[in-house]
Every structure is written in structure tokens, then in C-alpha cells.
């Protein structure tokens, strides 16, 4: 716990019926105590939970106040905390903190009661992120997912993984030191399946991962263009899905949709039907749903065929991005078609994977400045996805080695390799200044 006793205004700026002030730190106590009068209760910091009533001196006059004492390690900072709950007057609640930081307090760095949980043990990174990113929400769907995020679990459920690897890895390391005729020594097989009793525990965490993620969580990427465009064979090499694909125009009737992975988040990705004259009532139905899909999406893309671009026309008025698909059936130039000039252009092809990572960094930076930072949550969760796949590849590489006959030596290499990964979440492995940047963002006085 840090010697340094911390205060801050933790209300949002602006007037208001009521305004907080922050303390915490091991002296906490004690600036309130000197601060209070005419307490009702008396104030006793030696209690775990009290609220006091009384008047605030802060130097100049005397506030009404209401305290809100928690006391170490039961509060949010595992320190000695206090809430100071005075009028919400600006000028009133600076000269409340001016006269605590007089009385020996030293002003809260951003983010710095959030660290402080994080080094006491109180949150994991994960949690913390999700603190920042609920303070961050612009909209109520942002709310749900940092609240999701918060609330969700995932720290328990890494600390169960995280205790069967470190177990895993003892058991191996004794293999390494016993000869298999000692009693120390422990069978591969034994090892073996304890190994896939870690790999059922991290499905079970990715699978509650990607139902946090789920549509709602997302950004949705509408693509849209002609039939035949080649919009369901881009969906399918950026998804992994597997849409039907036929050179006959008006085979997809129906709006797909499924993750597509940008690197730094995820998004949405939602196919649909060509954009033509409906020759049938069930065409007509279809073009009518897949427009829905493209008024609630946060990006559409407009794909042409480039063997076709001249052919294109005019984009719609809803697309941000033309996307010249098969380009590998026609040569590198500079384009002609009604496209040009009047959208960005990007060249893919999903048969050979040209232009896909550049596809996906223009989309990932159109997004960040439609959105801002009001998808954090949607960007964690991406992270601590991430993080759970790379633990789950290393321990599934290690695994196989064993079952392959490799020596035990690489087995325990590959659970050190997946407790790193692992380690991510909790925020173990993150570099120091990693953690300045996050904390950072934070407000003064959370």
C-alpha cells in the first residue's frame, strides 16, 4: 500500500445538488478527523463502515457534510477511505480539497484510486479497463457492454485456469526431477489430460467472450454492391464462414453475419442480397430486411467486381468505403469506374488474400474516427479475447508436443508460455509503462 495519502474531486464538473470528494491512503482518518465538526456520530476511524453527518471547516467557512468512512482493506483501494458528500457547488468543493491537501493530502494523479485497487489486489487489468471504459460509455448500448465487462466474470474464471496450469506445470517439473520409477514422477498421460482439462476451461471462457461480443457488443460492417459482386466469397475468406457462392446472381437471400477480427477489435460482419430490381415477392422481402441491416449498421461497404468497375455506377449515398473485389483478374491501374474520386478505394482478392490486412486497418481507423473512443468496451473485449486464444495456442502447441513423444522440458516451456499469456488479463506481464498510458486516461478523482 502506498505511504502517500491521496484526495480528489470525484464528481463530474459542473453545478449539482451534491459534489464528492475523494480521500484515500493511511492517513485518511486523521484529515478528516482534523477537518470535522459538530459530528453525529462522533467519528471513530477505527470503525470498518460509518456515516457521519456534521460540518466541513475548510478554512475559510464550514460546509455541510456527510462522510463515508471505509476502512482498510474493505473498501475500493484496500486503504483507509473516506467520501467527503458536500454541496455541489464548484468553488465549494475546491476549497474542500484545497484545505485537505493544506492538512498534509497530496492531490490525485488521473486514475490513481483505480491503480491503487489494481496494485492492493482489489481489481485485476481487466476490471480496471472495464471501470474505464463505463466512464467512458457515450451511449447505453456502451453502458451495457462495460457493465458486461465489468460484471462478467472473466478475472474468476482466469484465476480457475491460472491455478490449473500452475499446477500442471509443478506436476510436469517434477516429471523432470523424478525418474519414473521414484514416486515423484507423474505419467504423461496423467499430464496429458490435465492439459485438455486447461483447454475445456479456456473454450468455456472463450465461448462467454464471444457471447459478450455478440451482435449487440459490435459494430456492424454492412457489405453491399451488385449480385455477383463477389460479396459472399469476401464474407466467407474475412469471417471463415461459409456462405453459398455461385456465379448465378441472387444467391444469397438471406443477411449472414459473424465476427471478422481487424486486429485491434472485431467487428460485426453482415453479407446480404445484391442490390437489383426484386424479381419475386421473396426477393422483395429480402431487399427490404438486408435495408434494415444497412440503416442500424455503423459502416457500409460498397463492393464492386473489378472486372466489371466500369459497370459499377454511382455508390450509394449510406457507403463510406468501395471495395474492388477480384482484383486479382485484373491488372494493377488506375481505376475508371463512377467509384473514383467519390469514395476511398481498397483492392482485394479473397482467392489470393491481397489487400485484406490493408482492408481491415481502413475500416478499424474509419470506425475509430466515426466512434471515437465510445466503443472501449468493444475493444477490451477484443483484447482479453485475444489473450485467451494465445493461451489456449500455446498450451494446445505444447500438448501436441507431448503427445508427439517430445521431452517434458517442452512441455513446461509451453505452460510458462501460456501462464505469460494468460497473465495479460490480470495485467501480471503488462510493462509498467503500459499501465502508466492505461491509467492515464482515467479522470481525476476514479
Same mark, same amino acid.
Given at each position: 500500500?502506498?505511504?502517500?495519502?491521496?484526495?480528489?474531486?470525484?464528481?463530474?464538473?459542473?453545478?449539482?445538488? &451534491?459534489?464528492?470528494? &475523494?480521500?484515500?491512503?493511511?492517513?485518511?482518518?486523521?484529515?478528516?478527523? %482534523?477537518?470535522?465538526?459538530?459530528?453525529?456520530?462522533?467519528?471513530?476511524?477505527?470503525?470498518?463502515?460509518?456515516?457521519?453527518?456534521?460540518?466541513?471547516?475548510?478554512?475559510?467557512?464550514?460546509?455541510?457534510?456527510?462522510?463515508?468512512?471505509?476502512?482498510?482493506?474493505?473498501?475500493?483501494?484496500?486503504?483507509?477511505?473516506?467520501?467527503?458528500?458536500?454541496?455541489?457547488?464548484?468553488?465549494?468543493?475546491?476549497?474542500?480539497?484545497?484545505?485537505?491537501?493544506?492538512?498534509?493530502? $497530496?492531490?490525485?494523479?488521473?486514475?490513481?484510486?483505480?491503480?491503487?485497487? =489494481?496494485?492492493?489486489?482489489?481489481?485485476?487489468?481487466?476490471?480496471?479497463?472495464? #471501470?474505464?471504459?463505463?466512464?467512458?460509455? %457515450?451511449?447505453?448500448?456502451?453502458?451495457?457492454?462495460?457493465?458486461?465487462?465489468?460484471? @462478467?466474470?472473466?478475472?474468476?474464471?482466469?484465476?480457475?485456469?491460472?491455478? $490449473?496450469?500452475?499446477?500442471?506445470?509443478? *506436476?510436469?517439473?517434477?516429471?523432470?526431477? =523424478?525418474?519414473?520409477?521414484?514416486?515423484?514422477? +507423474?505419467?504423461?498421460?496423467?499430464?496429458?489430460?490435465?492439459?485438455?482439462?486447461?483447454?475445456?476451461?479456456?473454450?468455456? $471462457?472463450?465461448?462467454?467472450?464471444?457471447?459478450?461480443?455478440?451482435?449487440?457488443?459490435?459494430?456492424?460492417?454492412?457489405?453491399?454492391?451488385?449480385?455477383?459482386?463477389? /460479396?459472399?466469397?469476401?464474407?466467407?475468406?474475412? !469471417?471463415?464462414?461459409?456462405?453459398? +457462392?455461385?456465379?448465378?446472381?441472387?444467391?444469397?437471400?438471406?443477411?449472414?453475419?459473424?465476427?471478422?477480427? *481487424?486486429?485491434?477489435?472485431?467487428?460485426?460482419?453482415?453479407?446480404?442480397?445484391?442490390?437489383?430490381?426484386?424479381?419475386?415477392?421473396?426477393?422483395?422481402?429480402?431487399?427490404?430486411?438486408?435495408?434494415?441491416?444497412?440503416?442500424?449498421?455503423?459502416?457500409? *461497404?460498397?463492393? +464492386?467486381?473489378?472486372?466489371?468497375?466500369?459497370?459499377?455506377?454511382?455508390?450509394?449515398?449510406?457507403?463510406?468505403?468501395?471495395?474492388? $473485389? /477480384?482484383?486479382?483478374?485484373?491488372?494493377?491501374?488506375?481505376?475508371?469506374?463512377?467509384?473514383?474520386? !467519390?469514395?476511398?478505394?481498397?483492392?482485394?482478392?479473397?482467392?489470393?488474400?491481397?489487400?485484406?490486412?490493408?482492408?481491415?486497418?481502413? #475500416?478499424?481507423?474509419?470506425?475509430?474516427?466515426?466512434?471515437?473512443?465510445?466503443?472501449?468496451?468493444?475493444? *477490451?473485449?477484443?483484447?482479453?479475447?485475444?489473450?485467451?486464444?494465445?493461451?489456449?495456442?500455446?498450451?494446445?502447441?505444447?500438448?501436441? @508436443?507431448?503427445?508427439?513423444?517430445?521431452?517434458?522440458?517442452?512441455?513446461?516451456?509451453?505452460?510458462?508460455?501460456?501462464?505469460?499469456?494468460?497473465?495479460?488479463?490480470?495485467?501480471? !506481464?503488462?510493462?509498467?509503462?503500459?499501465?502508466?498510458?492505461? =491509467?492515464?486516461? =482515467?479522470?481525476?478523482?476514479?
Amino acid at each position: 500500500m502506498s505511504a502517500r495519502t491521496i484526495a480528489a474531486i470525484a464528481s463530474p464538473p459542473g453545478p449539482a445538488r &451534491r459534489g464528492i470528494v &475523494r480521500v484515500s491512503g493511511p492517513h485518511a482518518g486523521e484529515l478528516i478527523a %482534523a477537518a470535522l465538526v459538530h459530528a453525529e456520530p462522533l467519528f471513530d476511524r477505527r470503525a470498518e463502515r460509518a456515516l457521519v453527518r456534521g460540518e466541513f471547516d475548510d478554512g475559510i467557512g464550514r460546509q455541510p457534510v456527510r462522510v463515508l468512512w471505509m476502512r482498510a482493506p474493505r473498501s475500493y483501494t484496500r486503504e483507509d477511505v473516506a467520501e467527503l458528500h458536500l454541496p455541489g457547488a464548484e468553488p465549494l468543493l475546491a476549497r474542500a480539497l484545497a484545505r485537505l491537501l493544506e492538512l498534509g493530502a $497530496a492531490p490525485a494523479r488521473p486514475g490513481e484510486f483505480t491503480r491503487r485497487a =489494481f496494485e492492493n489486489g482489489r481489481l485485476d487489468l481487466s476490471q480496471c479497463e472495464a #471501470v474505464l471504459a463505463l466512464s467512458e460509455a %457515450a451511449h447505453e448500448d456502451e453502458r451495457r457492454a462495460a457493465l458486461g465487462l465489468l460484471e @462478467g466474470g472473466l478475472e474468476e474464471r482466469a484465476r480457475e485456469i491460472r491455478a $490449473a496450469l500452475v499446477e500442471l506445470l509443478a *506436476l510436469c517439473e517434477a516429471g523432470l526431477d =523424478f525418474e519414473e520409477v521414484e514416486t515423484g514422477h +507423474v505419467a504423461a498421460d496423467e499430464l496429458g489430460e490435465r492439459a485438455r482439462r486447461c483447454i475445456t476451461l479456456l473454450d468455456g $471462457a472463450l465461448r462467454r467472450e464471444a457471447a459478450r461480443a455478440a451482435p449487440p457488443a459490435l459494430p456492424r460492417v454492412v457489405l453491399a454492391g451488385a449480385p455477383s459482386a463477389g /460479396k459472399s466469397t469476401l464474407w466467407n475468406a474475412l !469471417t471463415g464462414g461459409r456462405a453459398l +457462392v455461385s456465379e448465378q446472381p441472387g444467391t444469397t437471400r438471406d443477411a449472414l453475419a459473424a465476427p471478422w477480427d *481487424l486486429g485491434p477489435a472485431s467487428v460485426l460482419l453482415v453479407d446480404g442480397p445484391g442490390v437489383e430490381s426484386a424479381r419475386s415477392s421473396v426477393e422483395a422481402t429480402a431487399g427490404r430486411l438486408f435495408q434494415r441491416e444497412r440503416e442500424r449498421a455503423d459502416l457500409v *461497404l460498397w463492393v +464492386v467486381d473489378s472486372t466489371r468497375a466500369e459497370e459499377a455506377g454511382e455508390p450509394p449515398r449510406d457507403a463510406r468505403l468501395c471495395i474492388l $473485389a /477480384k482484383s486479382d483478374l485484373v491488372p494493377l491501374r488506375a481505376e475508371t469506374s463512377g467509384t473514383e474520386g !467519390t469514395l476511398p478505394t481498397a483492392r482485394v482478392s479473397a482467392r489470393t488474400g491481397a489487400g485484406i490486412g490493408e482492408l481491415a486497418r481502413i #475500416v478499424a481507423a474509419e470506425l475509430g474516427s466515426r466512434r471515437g473512443e465510445a466503443g472501449l468496451a468493444r475493444v *477490451l473485449v477484443a483484447r482479453h479475447r485475444q489473450a485467451l486464444v494465445r493461451t489456449r495456442g500455446e498450451l494446445e502447441e505444447a500438448l501436441g @508436443g507431448l503427445e508427439s513423444g517430445l521431452g517434458l522440458d517442452l512441455l513446461a516451456e509451453g505452460l510458462r508460455s501460456s501462464l505469460e499469456a494468460l497473465d495479460e488479463l490480470s495485467g501480471r !506481464t503488462v510493462p509498467e509503462d503500459v499501465l502508466d498510458v492505461l =491509467f492515464a486516461r =482515467f479522470c481525476l478523482g476514479k
